[in-house]
């Protein structure tokens, strides 16, 4: 046992044992390095499972269950939170070990990261998706709209367009958000400059003169909103609709 656990620790995926119940009883040394979770926070009541993402989770528990009634195999994708917050697509495969007279005994996993690989088929497929709109209409307001609710919830939990305009303004053009309460607030921004863009050096005004994307993680955002937007409703319905979230900001030119 002592050599499978030190090649387990060896190699780069996400390795875990579970008994017959499927309560898992052990991680090699990936998982601790990945996640940040302590041995108590992954063991003690099931802790473990703070660590995948919620939407998925609901998809891994009863895939668990089933394979611990029926001792079958499965495999499964679906992410995980990293030490820094970010969640990353894994792909875990698990079989039953078996004794002779096939009952199982043991449960063994891995989770490999298939994060760079997912990303691209999720680029490509809202790239697809994109052109069908474009190509479905002119009406550059619609194609902006339906771009930001294409980015739910594959990218995001919520999505902003903004533009420059010839007087240098910088105005929401469309938004959305996973919950439709949000959405209707975030609606009222729609077609106004809610942005002091004049005393700008954070955020999104910073991004279109640099035409870089960057990434604000919570406090930075929070900063933001602080600094740019002047309106204290219009602050509030910011941090309403991005609370607990970091923000990318993308830069793009349309004529």
């Known amino acids: 046992e002592r050599i499978m656990r030190m090649l387990a620790d060896a190699i780069p995926q996400i390795v875990c044992t579970a008994g017959p119940t499927g309560a898992i009883d052990y991680f090699n040394r990936r998982w601790f390095e990945f996640t940040g979770f302590t041995e108590r926070q992954s063991f003690r009541n099931g802790g473990w499972r703070d660590a995948i993402?919620?939407?998925?989770?609901?998809?891994?528990?009863?895939?668990?269950?089933?394979?611990?009634?029926?001792?079958?195999?499965?495999?499964?994708?679906?992410?995980?939170?990293?030490?820094?917050?970010?969640?990353?697509?894994?792909?875990?495969?698990?079989?039953?070990?078996?004794?002779?007279?096939?009952?199982?005994?043991?449960?063994?996993?891995?989770?490999?990261?298939?994060?760079?690989?997912?990303?691209?088929?999720?680029?490509?497929?809202?790239?697809?998706?994109?052109?069908?709109?474009?190509?479905?209409?002119?009406?550059?307001?619609?194609?902006?709209?339906?771009?930001?609710?294409?980015?739910?919830?594959?990218?995001?939990?919520?999505?902003?367009?903004?533009?420059?305009?010839?007087?240098?303004?910088?105005?929401?053009?469309?938004?959305?958000?996973?919950?439709?309460?949000?959405?209707?607030?975030?609606?009222?921004?729609?077609?106004?400059?809610?942005?002091?863009?004049?005393?700008?050096?954070?955020?999104?005004p910073q991004v279109l003169r640099g035409a870089h994307s960057q990434v604000l993680d919570h406090a930075t955002t929070l900063r933001a909103v602080a600094e740019n937007v002047p309106d204290p409703q219009d602050r509030a319905t910011y941090e309403a609709a991005g609370d607990r979230k970091s923000t990318r900001l993308n830069s793009s030119h349309i004529t």
């Open 53 to 204: 993402h919620p939407d998925d989770r609901l998809l891994l528990e009863p895939r668990m269950r089933e394979a611990v009634e029926n001792g079958e195999d499965f495999s499964l994708e679906f992410r995980v939170r990293s030490r820094t917050g970010e969640y990353r697509w894994f792909l875990a495969r698990a079989v039953g070990l078996r004794d002779h007279a096939g009952r199982v005994v043991r449960f063994f996993s891995t989770a490999t990261d298939i994060d760079e690989q997912k990303r691209i088929e999720e680029r490509e497929s809202f790239l697809s998706r994109v052109s069908d709109e474009l190509a479905s209409t002119l009406d550059v307001r619609a194609i902006l709209q339906k771009i930001t609710e294409l980015c739910i919830p594959t990218f995001c939990d919520w999505c902003q367009v903004q533009s420059l305009s010839a007087g240098d303004e910088l105005v929401v053009e469309a938004v959305s958000h996973a919950d439709p309460v949000l959405r209707e607030r975030l609606e009222t921004l729609v077609g106004r400059c809610v942005v002091d863009v004049a005393k700008i050096s954070l955020g999104s």
